[in-house]
């Protein structure tokens, strides 16, 4: 099983601030398989990033990623008082073929 | 509009059976795969099934395999969600959500040939498992 972890657990900013989210996998993922979403509280997940790098359809281009093998990045450039939810990286590989990181939560100050 | 839209949760005894379902509109559904990925309270996502567009590719994860059955019918636009034998850890919201990969299946399992994401969710339905 490729196992995701996810540094900080928490991240406090505040608005207009970067955030950086890490994700590094127990071994090495094809960046073409490795996915962003945003679940903001009481709220399904939402889409932010595939394939490492590319922004889903409608997302802000404060977003980012990055990365490849075993560490990933997602970049908030300039945080925002919406952008307060929790944050998972997601895999496709391997046995179970789906594995999602622990989440990072992001709190605004 | 695209949208998925999840029913069927409740409450359950242990041991107990569940049917879960999913409804799809605003796009071709026989396209797509389709995941189920849960969420136990203040935990975070776990995937637990897929099927592909023609149901001839089923995929569970361990913790489900043997007591859940993923269907679909496409002429409904529908995706459902058998759970027999339902465990205290099966309580989670529940949540259907579209897979726009294309993907090759071969023994090892089912593997895109670019990876989309998930990207479109439905709301999520609550399954509690308690006496």
């Known amino acids: 099983e490729i196992v995701l972890t996810q540094s900080p657990g928490t991240l406090s900013l505040s608005p207009g601030e970067r955030a950086t989210l890490s994700c590094r996998a127990s071994?090495?993922?094809?960046?073409?398989?490795l996915a962003w979403y945003q679940q903001k509280p009481g709220q399904a997940p939402r889409l932010l990033i595939y394939g490492a790098s590319s922004r889903a359809t409608g997302i802000p281009d404060r977003f980012s990623g990055s990365g490849s093998g075993t560490d990933f990045t997602l970049t908030i450039s300039r945080l925002e008082p919406e952008d307060l939810a929790v944050y998972y990286c997601q895999q496709h590989g391997g046995s179970p073929p789906v594995t999602f990181g622990g989440g990072t939560k992001v709190e605004i100050k | 509009e695209v949208q998925l839209v999840e029913s069927g949760g409740g409450l359950v005894k242990p041991g107990g059976s569940l049917r879960l379902s999913c409804a799809a509109s605003?796009?071709?559904?026989?396209?797509?795969?389709i995941n189920w990925v849960r969420q136990a309270p203040g935990k975070g996502l776990e995937w637990v099934s897929s099927?592909?567009?023609?149901?001839?590719?089923?995929y569970y994860s361990d913790s489900v395999r043997g007591r859940f059955t993923v269907s679909r019918d496409n002429a409904k636009n529908s995706l459902y969600l058998q759970m027999n034998s339902l465990r205290a850890e099966d309580t989670a919201v529940y949540y259907c959500?579209?897979?726009?990969?294309?993907?090759?299946?071969?023994?090892?399992?089912?593997?895109?040939?670019?990876?989309?994401?998930?990207?479109?969710w439905g709301q999520g339905t609550t399954v509690t498992v308690s006496s």
């Open positions: 099927i592909s567009g023609s149901s001839r590719y089923i």
């Open positions: 071994q090495s993922v094809s960046s073409t398989f």
């Open positions: 605003g796009f071709t559904f026989s396209g797509y795969l």
């Open positions: 959500a579209r897979d726009p990969s294309t993907y090759y299946h071969d023994s090892s399992g089912y593997h895109p040939h670019y990876y989309y994401g998930m990207d479109v």
